[in-house]
């Protein structure tokens, strides 16, 4: 009877850790003030831009001919999406989480706990795509599986644009609005 409980408690632990987890590694930065400099910076230098979108967004968006579609494709952003409303996705990407980006929380039997993209799934197992290793999917049996639920945190990480600075940031975000072309 005791074990259960403790087994109870360690996935409620478990959960929550990994819900809140993303949030503590969010405040690192203040980014209210991050967001102010960005929308008070209308120019950006695209090479900079680019720089950054080819070594961490590539891993998960198209744009143009480059990258992958584990999110959207980011080359038409520009005609869907107002400039303050890239900034707010950039900065804080689980406010807004497209319907058919809804990641899950999976715990597995072993204790386990994944927060992903299901990027494939079929009657044997599924495939996710976590934040931490985009670039490394992890296969779990559906026969480990212990619990499945919706996750409100986004695949896309959190604290992705941590290490730029916002004269950079504002580059990448020139380039998002010029789109692939408009180099
Ligand atoms: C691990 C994968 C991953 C990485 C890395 C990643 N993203 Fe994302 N991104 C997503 C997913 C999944 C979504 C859709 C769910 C959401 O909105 O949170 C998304 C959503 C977005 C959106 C909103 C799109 C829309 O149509 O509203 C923008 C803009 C964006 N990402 C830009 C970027 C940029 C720029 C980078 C690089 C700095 C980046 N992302 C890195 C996975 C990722």
Redo the contacts with the bound molecule.
């Keep these: 009877m005791t074990a259960k409980i403790i087994a109870t408690l360690n996935v409620a632990a478990a959960l929550s850790l990994a819900a809140v987890l993303p949030v503590t590694a969010a405040q690192a930065r203040d980014k209210d003030a991050l967001q102010k400099t960005l929308l008070a910076t209308t120019t950006g230098d695209k090479t900079k831009g680019r720089a950054?979108?080819d070594k961490?967004?590539i891993?998960?968006?198209k744009f143009g001919d480059a990258g992958k579609e584990?999110?959207?494709d980011?080359s038409t952003?520009a005609a869907?999406?107002t400039r303050p409303?890239?900034i707010d996705?950039?900065l804080w990407?689980?406010r807004?989480?497209?319907d058919q980006?809804q990641p899950v929380l999976v715990q597995t039997k072993d204790g386990d706990v994944f927060s992903g993209?299901v990027v494939k799934e079929n009657a044997r197992a599924l495939t996710l795509?976590t934040?931490d290793h985009?670039d490394r999917p992890v296969e779990i049996l559906k026969s480990k599986i212990q619990e499945r639920q919706k996750s409100t945190v986004?695949?896309?990480?959190e604290n992705?644009?941590d290490p730029y600075s916002p004269d950079e940031i504002s580059g990448?975000i020139a380039l998002?609005l010029a789109g692939p072309g408009g180099q």
């Design positions: 950054i979108f961490v967004c891993t998960c968006h584990i999110g959207p980011l952003i869907t999406r409303e890239i996705s950039l990407p689980s807004v989480i497209a980006y993209l795509v934040s985009p986004s695949a896309m990480p992705v644009l990448l998002l």
